[in-house]
Each structure stands twice: as C-alpha cells, then as structure tokens.
C-alpha cells in the first residue's frame, strides 16, 4: 500500500492530477520561496474561478 506524504487541511481530497502550466523564467524559484505557495494559489484559483463564473 503507498504511503500517504501529505493530507490536506480541508476535509475536501485533492485532486490526483495536477494543474501545470508555463511561467516565465526565474518564477519558479521566487514561488518556491514563498510561504504556503501553494495554499495561496489554490486559493485564488478558487477566487479566479468564483469571479469567471459570476459568483
């Protein structure tokens, strides 16, 4: 059985296939730095998402 890296801190899973996409160079390293990166960015994905659909 695989073992578990991460949970999440919402009671919502993830979900298993990534979102990636292009930026320009020297963005990825300066991201990486940032506190919670990725919990900052799911956040406005969800906030980006809100506002295309009218929400």
Excluded: H
Excluded at 32 to 51: C, G, H, S, Y
């Amino acid at each position: 059985m695989p073992k578990i890296l991460f949970t999440p801190n919402e009671s919502e899973a993830y979900d298993t296939k990534p979102v990636c996409f292009k930026v320009r160079q020297g963005v990825r390293d300066k991201l990486r730095n940032v506190p919670k990166w990725q919990e900052r960015f799911r956040e406005l994905a969800d906030t980006l998402i809100r506002e295309y659909e009218g929400g």
